[in-house]
């Protein structure tokens, strides 16, 4: 199918896609990202990542496209310095929060907004969220975070510790919210039927979206949505196999290889 790299949009995850474990884009996929701009096709991204954690790569990368932030609870422009959507959490996330650091207090948790990040309980994977996204969060209790404006609450704990967690959350059959895995060490809770994968229904209606094609890739459970709601989507090598499973093309190289490029390419020359 040949395609004009003027319609064609890539959402990309960040960590474990763009990004390898030491969270410094390879030269390769940069120069990459650069020869289908150049081309005429736009680069975003789509991460779990705060807008404050995730904006130094829109810069790093020199984009200038909305990114998809707080897997999928909102969109952002960072030309403009303004969120184009947004999807809360409803006014009961506070007691179901409270609920969860009652029944595991060893959890760490985080509660996000637009403006700033909220930590309510720290610990060892807590610390290493907050070092891994480079920002200054506020420390509080939970009744001193504005009430309104949640875009997900951020559970952080050992990787041996999350099934338990998993299967409590699913005991309490909590309404109005949902919940993902984002990393081995995260467990998130989203308003209701929020994903990355949901947030490109609003992103096609942003303006000169409308008629995009748009190429996502992603590596882990919380990017599957976004594969399977894409026009073209594709995993790394080094992806989880529920990823694999949803993309239509799964890249021979990892996110150190240069998947990015190995995908930029394979657009291009269908073009």
């Avoid at 509660?111 to 290493?128: I, M, P, Q, S, T």
């Avoid at 949901?198 to 976004?226: K, W």
């Avoid at 080094?238 to 998947?259: F, P, V, W, Y």
Wanted: with cysteine; proline share 6%.
């Amino acid at each position: 199918m040949m395609i004009d790299p003027k319609q064609l949009l890539i959402v990309s995850d960040l960590d474990g896609t763009l990004l390898p474990p030491d969270k410094i884009p390879l030269e390769r996929d940069l120069n990459a990202i650069r020869r289908f701009e150049a081309a005429g096709g736009r680069f975003a991204i789509a991460t779990g990542r705060t807008i404050q954690a995730a904006i130094r790569y829109q810069e790093m990368l020199g984009l200038t496209t909305p990114m998809i932030v707080y897997n999928g609870a909102a969109i952002y422009d960072s030309v403009q310095d303004r969120v184009l959507f947004s999807e809360t959490l409803p006014s009961g996330a506070l007691a179901m929060t409270r609920e969860l650091m009652e029944a595991f207090p060893e959890v760490g948790v985080e509660v996000l907004r637009a403006n700033n990040a909220y930590v309510v309980r720290n610990n060892e994977w807590e610390k290493h969220h907050i070092a891994l996204c480079g920002v200054e969060p506020e420390y509080c209790t939970l009744e001193e975070i504005p009430q309104d404006g949640w875009l997900k609450v951020l559970f952080a704990m050992a990787p041996e510790e999350v099934p338990d967690f998993i299967r409590d959350v699913q005991s309490r059959r909590y309404s109005g919210v949902d919940f993902m895995q984002s990393a081995p060490i995260f467990y998130e809770m989203l308003p209701a039927n929020v994903t990355k994968g949901s947030a490109l229904t609003p992103y096609r209606q942003l303006e000169g979206m409308e008629h995009a094609v748009i190429a996502a890739v992603g590596d882990f459970d919380n990017d599957v949505e976004m594969l399977r709601r894409a026009d073209i989507s594709a995993a790394p090598a080094n992806a989880m196999d529920s990823a694999k499973a949803a993309a239509q093309h799964i890249l021979t190289r990892t996110c150190e290889e240069g998947a990015i490029e190995e995908l930029i390419e394979f657009l291009l020359a269908s073009s």
